[in-house]
């Protein structure tokens, strides 16, 4: 259904509602003046009606149920807050991430229509429930394609996780060997941030032991929020590609990948063929990604000394920059790039946005999920490196992500 269908549908209720001496000519002028605009606004309402009707419909019965549960927790709260937001975003819900960012800024009446809505869409997925899932004759999905992660959060499934993507690591010899089962089992691993491993050291095969730094900065951006960033980005990359549809991107702190599975074609609506170059510091997360994604560039060192080594032959070349980069002190890899405009930057955040940024070739997107000082930070050193930031580049769009995500 139109806009221009939706339009006359609902007229004569328009009519029916106004008081006499309105719904006559009053109203039909108001309409001739304001059509196209009324249109545009149906159009864009049907369209994303549609959109969530055919999300719904592609949902296995597990999610279908999970519509169920989040409905409950909005209806109990009265609100949309980061448990929801998180939940909604893994079910894959259509512009999951920009619809939570955006319902803090709605005025109370707002916000209430907005549940109201988004419960009418959840009761939609859960009500088909008992429906068969439908769909068209199977279709061979490439191992390198990823659908939405089944992530593990708490500590006992995490760790389960990690030792079974290691086992299953440690034994395989190439990319080929990996069955998809095995390779999605890879792409669970969370790393050990957060996580002892003294229960569990004898399990974990030979070069596979995580060192102290691991149990403590090794954190991946979490699958519903690259793949969220991902629904917000992909519009834009037909305007960023070659002439001959492709383009090149870059990844400087890869870790297993979840940025660059979120950007597959698969989920992009094959857009332009994009491809990957990945840097990783981390031995384990690098062997990892090469197992996942054969396909990427991947150099298993430090985003400095990748800079030295590659950035003056790639600068410009990368139409596409995406990362979560650490957030620490940058330590002994300070060293490894002398560029006197950025060897000052003490934090490893504000140097990957940096350089990442620098490197991008003209009207290239880049993206960086960095500490919210950046924007909001009035300190010396927040203003400072605001301005070194934006002399050169636009600042096109901003989130605020939920703090219970990391």
């Not at 350089?355 to 927040?382: M, Q, S």
Request: include cysteine.
């Amino acid at each position: 259904m139109d806009g221009e269908q939706v339009l006359q549908l609902i007229l004569p209720a328009w009519r029916a509602g106004l008081p006499p001496r309105l719904a006559g000519d009053p109203l039909d002028s108001y309409i001739r003046r304001n059509r196209p605009r009324i249109v545009a606004q149906f159009d864009a309402w049907s369209g994303r009606r549609e959109a969530v009707r055919e999300w719904a419909r592609g949902l296995d019965r597990a999610s279908r149920r999970r519509t169920g549960q989040l409905a409950a927790l909005i209806r109990e709260d009265e609100a949309f807050g980061d448990d929801a937001a998180q939940l909604l975003a893994g079910l894959g819900f259509p512009s999951a991430l920009k619809l939570w960012v955006d319902y803090g800024s709605l005025a109370p009446a707002s916000q209430a229509l907005l549940r109201k809505t988004l419960l009418r869409a959840l009761d939609f997925a859960s009500s088909l429930d008992d429906e068969p899932t439908t769909s068209a004759a199977p279709t061979p999905t490439p191992a390198t394609v990823a659908a939405r992660i089944d992530e593990p959060t708490t500590v006992a499934a995490r760790t389960r996780a990690n030792l079974l993507a290691t086992e299953i690591a440690a034994s395989a010899a190439a990319p080929g060997e990996l069955s998809n089962d095995q390779r999605e089992a890879l792409r669970r691993y969370t790393g050990w941030g957060g996580l002892s491993i003294d229960r569990v050291r004898a399990r974990l095969p030979e070069g596979w032991v995580p060192n102290a730094e691991s149990l403590i900065h090794e954190y991946y951006t979490p699958a519903a929020v690259a793949q969220a960033i991902a629904d917000q980005v992909c519009p834009l990359l037909d305007s960023i590609a070659t002439p001959d549809g492709e383009l090149l991107a870059l990844e400087p702190s890869a870790g297993v990948g979840r940025f660059i599975d979120a950007f597959d074609r698969a989920r992009c609506d094959a857009k332009p063929r994009i491809a990957w170059t990945g840097v990783e510091l981390s031995t384990s997360s690098a062997r990892l990604l090469r197992l996942i994604r054969p396909d990427v560039d991947l150099e298993q060192t430090s985003f400095e000394k990748w800079i030295t080594k590659f950035g003056a032959d790639l600068q410009g070349e990368f139409s596409l920059v995406v990362a979560n980069p650490p957030y620490g002190e940058r330590g002994e890899t300070r060293l490894e790039d002398a560029h006197p405009e950025y060897k000052g930057e003490k934090r490893a955040a504000w140097y990957f946005m940096r350089r990442g940024l620098d490197i991008l070739a003209p009207k290239g997107i880049g993206v960086f999920l960095v500490p919210g000082g950046f924007l909001t930070g009035d300190k010396p050193e927040y203003v400072k490196l605001r301005h070194k930031v934006l002399r050169r580049h636009h600042l096109s769009w901003a989130a605020r992500l939920p703090g219970a995500l990391f």
